[in-house]
Nanobody, 127 residues
Framework: QVQLVESGGGSVQAGGSLRLSCAAS????????MGWFRQTPGKEREGVAT????????FYAGSVKGRFTISQDNAKNTVFLQMNSLKPEDTAMYYC????????????????????WGQGTQVTVSS
């Protein structure tokens, strides 16, 4: 079974930066979808960014494009989310998720299609 562990969350002021990390283990296949999602009470879960670990194709939600960057370190089985120019509306619980054994191409931002999830890391942005 795949295990995902997030880290790097915290509290920052608007305009600040954070880098989230997701350490993965238990993979059998090398081509997978990895995604970052966020959730706030009363709001629908949002797919923030995704990356295909096989061809490095990425996706960004319009709300974060230009501010957030998703990347991977395959040697360490880790995916990152660099978050710059943070805004109060970025406040949420951030989750890492994966779909093992996929083909090349864009990874869906639909969280219902992801099979494994981490426990989340809280990001709080104050004004």
């Amino acid at each position: 079974q795949v295990q995902l562990v997030e880290s790097g969350g915290g509290s920052v002021q608007a305009g600040g930066s954070l880098r989230l990390s997701c350490a993965a283990s238990g993979y059998t296949y090398s081509v997978n979808c990895m995604g970052w999602f966020r959730q706030t009470p009363g709001k629908e879960r949002e797919g923030v960014a995704t990356i295909n670990t096989g061809d490095s194709r990425v996706f960004y939600a319009g709300s974060v494009k230009g501010r957030f960057t998703i990347s991977q370190d395959n040697a360490k089985n880790t995916v990152f989310l660099q978050m710059n120019s943070l805004k109060p509306e970025d406040t949420a619980m951030y989750y890492c998720a994966t779909i093992p054994r996929v083909g090349y191409g864009r990874c869906t931002p639909d969280g219902t299609q992801y099979n494994y999830w981490g426990q989340g890391t809280q990001v709080t942005v104050s004004s």
